[in-house]
């Protein structure tokens, strides 16, 4: 009889163990956005560098970056008309302006 209460006693010992309180902060992950305004046709983007992409007018066609310092340029017809090194901060939203 003390083997079976043992045994009980120790399997519902390690089942409730198991079971313990969990703590931990959950984030979003970071991120900040551009949008461009002013004359976008036939203009293309790159950030930091990277593979050039056609872009759209306006606040509502924001395009997602991470929280930091980039590096964009904005080419027209295959010219670079800007090339601006911006600071952007988690949540915030960039405006780059095209003339």
């Given at each position: 009889?003390?083997?079976?209460?043992?045994?009980?006693?120790?399997?519902?010992?390690?089942?409730?163990?198991?079971?313990?309180?969990?703590?931990?902060?959950?984030?979003?992950t970071?991120?900040?956005?551009?949008?461009?305004?002013?004359?976008?046709?036939?203009?293309?983007?790159?950030?930091?560098?990277?593979?050039?992409?056609?872009?759209?007018?306006?606040?509502?066609?924001?395009?997602?970056?991470?929280?930091?310092?980039?590096?964009?340029?904005?080419?027209?017809?295959?010219?670079l008309?800007?090339?601006?090194?911006?600071?952007?901060?988690?949540?915030?939203?960039?405006?780059?302006?095209?003339?």
């Open positions: 009889m003390k083997k079976i209460i043992l045994t009980v006693g120790l399997i519902a010992s390690i089942f409730l163990s198991g079971c313990g309180y969990k703590e931990g902060v959950v984030t979003a970071q991120k900040s956005y551009l949008y461009f305004t002013g004359n976008t046709n036939d203009t293309v983007v790159s950030v930091d560098g990277g593979k050039k992409f056609n872009i759209k007018t306006g606040a509502n066609n924001q395009y997602a970056v991470k929280p930091g310092k980039h590096l964009v340029e904005v080419y027209k017809d295959n010219r008309i800007i090339k601006r090194e911006v600071f952007i901060s988690d949540g915030i939203s960039k405006e780059i302006e095209v003339k």
